[in-house]
T-cell receptor, first 110, second 114 residues
């Protein structure tokens, strides 16, 4: 009912590259879609929040939702070493509950 | 500044001991949550509370207990029945209204069994 798939494999990119992360889900009831960023030994912080299918931009970050394919993505343009973190997707399924992906560790190499 | 405070940041537990992790929020959020994070396993829900004096088990509640006597506070006790308690514990709170959705997390408590 709340299955969210996110490939947890680490991702290393050179500084300035585009980082592409994605999650898939199986439950059509998911309503809101979020991306959290978590630095090492810290709590996750909300990065992006979207509701409808389409793109949402915030600076170097773009969140993309395709409800028909049950697929969400996060793109980071002009990646910086400070973007090195774990990125978790999350989806709201009602009753004040979120379902989380396992997270993607991203390393941006200077 | 509003936020969630978890304490302590690091905690060491001896075999057979109960320990309590503190979580306090001043965001006036109704719902609060406890998650456990292990490498490669993502966030696993331990307990959550929608309102004062009420809480529900999450996916991995065995060996843990909570209380919610005040809106601001949601302490987690890791009991001796929890066989593998070494992990990073995260507390969160949420509000779902007025277009604001999502969790606010604390900075976590790292618990180690010694």
């Amino acid at each position: 009912q709340k299955e969210v798939e996110q490939d947890p494999g680490p991702l290393s990119v050179p500084e300035g590259a585009i980082v592409s992360l994605n999650c898939t889900y199986s439950n059509s009831a998911f309503q809101y879609f979020m991306w959290y960023r978590q630095y090492s030994r810290k709590g996750p912080e909300l990065l992006m929040y979207t509701y409808s299918s389409g793109n949402k931009e915030d600076g170097r970050f773009t969140a993309q939702v395709d409800k028909s394919s049950k697929y969400i993505s996060l793109f980071i343009r002009d990646s910086q070493p400070s973007d090195s973190a774990t990125y978790l997707c999350a989806m709201y399924y009602g009753n004040n509950r979120l379902a989380f992906g396992k997270g993607n560790q991203v390393v941006v190499i200077p | 500044d509003g936020g969630i405070t978890q304490s302590p940041k690091y905690l060491f537990r001896k075999e057979g001991q109960n320990v309590t992790l503190s979580c306090e929020q001043n965001l006036n959020h109704d719902a609060m949550y406890w998650y456990r994070q292990d490498p490669g396993q993502g966030l696993r829900l331990i307990y959550y509370s929608q309102i004062v004096n009420d809480f529900q088990k999450g996916d991995i509640a065995e060996g843990y207990s909570v209380s919610r006597e005040k809106k601001e506070s949601f302490p987690l006790t890791v009991t001796s029945a929890q066989k593998n308690p070494t992990a990073f514990y995260l507390c969160a709170s949420s509000i779902w209204e007025g277009g604001n959705y999502g969790y606010t997390f604390g900075s976590g408590t790292r618990l180690t069994v010694v």
